[in-house]
């Protein structure tokens, strides 16, 4: 059975650092690709970073770039959001996601429908 735990959500005054982990079990953790979405209330769940299995691509959200980077370490199984000057509209539930991007080479990764599990998610509350 897969399981997504984040961690390191919490309260944090603009333009502070935080950095969200994500560890996965019950998977081979190499041959998948990881997202980070977020969800803010009354709002959509919206795409955050994504990472493939190697490490070597990323995408991040226009509203992340240049503030947020994703990352991951396969031998730690383990993906995490690094987030720097973080701003109130950065207030919401972080959840990280998991499908296998072996079996599913063409799925969009930027649309949250394309992963499979999902952590029970970790809030980030940026007060101004």
């Known amino acids: 059975q897969v399981q997504l735990v984040e961690s390191g959500g919490g309260l944090v005054q603009a333009g502070g650092s935080l950095r969200l982990s994500c560890t996965a079990s019950?998977?081979?953790?190499?041959?998948?690709?990881m997202g980070w979405f977020r969800q803010a209330p009354r709002k959509e769940r919206e795409f955050v970073a994504t990472i493939s299995w190697s490490g070597g691509t990323t995408v991040h959200a226009d509203s992340v770039k240049g503030r947020f980077t994703i990352s991951r370490d396969n031998t730690k199984n383990t993906v995490y959001l690094q987030m720097n000057k973080l701003k109130p509209e950065d207030t919401a539930v972080y959840y990280c996601a998991l499908y296998n991007s072996v079996f599913y080479p063409s799925r969009d990764p930027e649309r949250k429908e394309t992963y499979d599990y999902w952590g029970q998610g970790t809030q980030v509350t940026v007060s101004s």
């Open positions: 019950g998977h081979s953790f190499s041959r998948t690709r």
